[in-house]
């Protein structure tokens, strides 16, 4: 199971969280603020974040930054409200998930148990692949840009594993959430559109203008061909 770190300013809600995973058989630490979370993840090493976006001192939003700052851990954002700025903020910020309030425990857990999946090596994956200046390895999980290794969330390297595995290929929002993310709602395409814009910043040379992530307008996305 995970060891997970839920920061959530609300106590009951906090220990109500803390006590369904517990149950389901993570290993879960808490903390209270944004500044108490970040600090716990500078002296430990948690599997994901469960975060809240509403919390006192720096919010979620900054909260999330400095821990994707830190490091490539899972970030699953926890929001009282279903609002698109919000959770598109969110998401941004560099999250891989999101939840809305009230939390039902059993989807909290289905949610973290996606997104660890998503470290997995892919079976009899073969030797790395060349694309332009871009090499993607998918038995050791690495990506190397003119030489150099980028550093991607679980999330963006599934994302792009996935949408890789045949350049050319038009991917709709919906077959990606559900390869991807594991959701079937259409309403979470906005998932799909704030990974891409963060895997596009950091693999291509000029985001704006990508040559291995492009759009199909009215239909998705495909890997351009190298």
Do not use: N
Not at 161 to 167: C, F, G, K, Q, W
Request: net charge negative; with cysteine.
């Amino acid at each position: 199971m995970a060891v997970v770190l839920v920061v959530e300013d609300d106590a009951s809600v906090r220990e109500g969280m803390e006590l369904a995973l517990r149950r389901q058989g993570h290993t879960v630490h808490t903390a209270a603020t944004g500044e108490d979370g970040v600090a716990q993840l500078r002296e430990r090493a948690p599997d994901l974040v469960v975060l809240d976006l509403m919390l006192p001192g720096i919010d979620g939003f900054e909260t999330c930054r400095r821990i994707r700052a830190l490091g490539q851990v899972p970030i699953i954002m926890l929001t009282a409200r279903s609002d698109d700025f919000d959770i598109v903020a969110g998401l941004e910020a560099g999250a891989d998930d999101y939840v809305v309030k009230p939390i039902e425990p059993r989807v909290l857990d289905a949610r973290i148990r996606a997104v660890l999946r998503r470290t997995a090596a892919e079976p009899g994956a073969a030797g790395p692949e060349q694309h332009g200046d871009l090499v993607i390895d998918r038995a050791g999980m690495l990506v190397r840009k003119h030489g150099e290794q980028v550093s991607l969330t679980p999330t963006e390297l599934k994302l792009l594993l996935e949408i890789s595995r045949t350049p050319g290929q038009v991917y709709s929002r919906s077959q990606l959430l559900a390869s991807v993310w594991g959701h079937d709602y259409l309403g979470d395409s906005r998932l799909v559109d704030a990974c891409v814009q963060r895997l596009r910043a950091k693999i291509e040379d000029v985001p704006a203008r990508p040559d291995h992530v492009q759009t199909v307008r009215g239909f998705g996305y495909r890997f351009g061909r190298s």
